[in-house]
């Protein structure tokens, strides 16, 4: 089968708000700034000037609000005539750590493990010409909420010990 692989790493936007507060209908009125993809919200929001260096002195303090943030990447992208498929197969590789993927506002799905790749058949949502991907991602822990703790005993992050339950 003819196969053509387009990345969409590089230039993205991501905006952000409160996680569990925002819908796919409205994450366009979030404050928003450039990002990078691959990359790390960390690095963006230090690029926008949102955030000192988290690593230098104790700026980590300065940068914990961004764990209560879930962060609405989008990025548009246009496909040729000759470009689409009679099959066509979005893959990424590696969401950290809980994502939402809508193309064309469409939902594709959810990832709750950053270890494996996630594939969704876009044969019937991709388009000729542009299309918008939409990826909602949160720092998981919404998601671990209600697992039982029972079995975790001591551990290295007692300050939140469902971070045990997320594959990230």
């Keep these: 089968m003819n196969t053509i ?51 230098v002195d104790r700026n980590d303090e300065a940068c914990r609000w961004l764990e209560d943030m879930e962060f609405w990447f989008t990025r548009s992208f246009s496909l040729a005539e000759d470009e689409m498929r009679a099959r066509m197969v979005l893959t990424f590789h590696g969401l950290d750590t809980t994502a939402d993927i809508w193309l064309n506002g469409m939902s594709l799905g959810h990832c709750s493990n950053a270890f494996i790749p996630h594939e969704f058949d876009v044969t019937d949502v991709v388009r000729e010409g542009a299309n918008e991907l939409v990826v909602r991602l949160d720092q998981g822990l919404e998601e671990v909420k209600d697992k039982p703790m029972w079995e975790m005993g001591c551990m290295w992050n007692n300050a939140q010990p469902r971070r045990a339950w997320m594959r990230k």
């Design 5 to 55: 692989t387009m990345k969409l790493d590089g230039s993205w936007q991501v905006a952000y708000g409160p996680v569990g507060k925002g819908s796919y209908a409205d994450y366009h009125v979030l404050p928003a700034i450039p990002a990078q993809v691959p990359g790390a919200v960390h690095s963006d929001f230090i690029s926008a000037g949102l955030i000192p260096e988290p690593l």
